[in-house]
């Protein structure tokens, strides 16, 4: 019986197959000279909008006055804060931590999305030539340059991976494949990952000058640039928030009420206790839902009663991001039980989504 309990505590914790669940959305790192108050106060600021443009997927969130004066009082919004040596010359860094409830509160107020923890995982394939080395990036061929973009992604709330470049990936595509833009070979390579965003871009160093030659593949669209810039890392900064913004656009769209709704959702595959908990679990851990309940279960059936926020359309978005659950085939609308058979439904329409458990 323990043992049993064990595993079930054990798929709680553990995040969904494909699932990206993107760390520190609510933390931000800001350079700072010293430990003095007065500077620590305008990086805080510079903090938590950072933080602001990450929750909420765009740039343009930080163009609301009235919310911006909201978040004026940037004290009462922070967790904890602490400060780290910076290792190339005497100043710190000064990380902030804030308040995911109170923030998101605000946010809401003033009809901005809060774009959860769980979203879409994009593979880069990067070939590096920097006037010395040839290399495909990953965090063994240039950890450092690896580390930068990881935290260029995070600022920018964008989930990115690096290949493994394994046997499996070295016989698949190669430097000259990724310089020279052949996108169908590198689409094939990428169908291990499990995602449906991939880049690929060179990164050439000219007279201390880095340019990038980038391509977007996102489920059947395909977008490019170039980008130039002095720094190694910085040159990624407006491709990721672009990247960032299309897909907030996707899973926390603008113009949508953020007003509590009830979904019925019928899962099938429910053959044990297990995939109850998993699929559950799972629900229970994205942001838009607020409530979970279950209804009936019979035999492998069981129907769940949801209240979320947001449309129902985001939440389908959302869960096709993982392993967890597939999308049946119908779906339809129930009205609410009336004792007059002729009378119209008192309230609206209550929108049933039909899932398989994998």
Known sequence: ?????????????????????????????????????????????????????????????????????????????????QYKKRDQDNGYWLIVRFQKTALDRTLQQFDVPVWGANRPDVLLWLAVDDGNDRYILNSSTGKELADALKQESLDAGLAVTLPLLDLEDQRAVSFN???????????????????????????????????????????????????????????????????????????????????????????????????????????????????LSWEQLQGNKVVLNLVITGDESVLIQTIALNDVLSLGSSQRLVAPVSADINSLPAQPLEKVLYYRVN
């Open 1 to 81: 019986m323990m043992r049993f309990l064990v595993s079930i505590l054990l798929l709680l914790l553990s995040v969904p197959a494909y699932a990206v669940q993107l760390e520190g959305l609510y933390t931000a790192q800001v350079a700072v000279d010293d430990q003095s108050q007065s500077v620590r106060n305008q990086a805080i600021k510079q903090a938590l909008h950072t933080v602001v443009r990450k929750v909420s997927g765009r740039r343009s969130t930080l163009n609301n006055s009235p919310l911006l004066e909201a978040l004026s009082n940037v004290g009462s919004y922070v967790e904890q804060f």
């Open 177 to 291: 494949d990724i310089r020279a833009g052949f996108s169908e070979q590198i689409a094939l390579a990428s169908q291990r990952y499990s995602t449906n965003q991939v880049i690929f871009a060179r990164l050439l160093k000219t007279n201390g000058i880095w340019q990038l030659n980038w391509t977007w593949l996102s489920e059947g669209r395909q977008y490019d640039g170039v980008e130039k810039s002095s720094g190694v890392s910085t040159v990624f900064q407006p491709v990721f928030i672009e990247m960032t913004e299309k897909l907030a656009d996707i899973y926390a769209p603008m113009g949508i009420v953020s007003l509590e709704k009830k979904l019925t959702i019928e899962l099938i595959g429910v053959d044990d206790l297990l995939a109850f908990t998993r699929a559950t679990g799972y629900l229970s851990s994205l942001d838009m839902v607020k409530k």
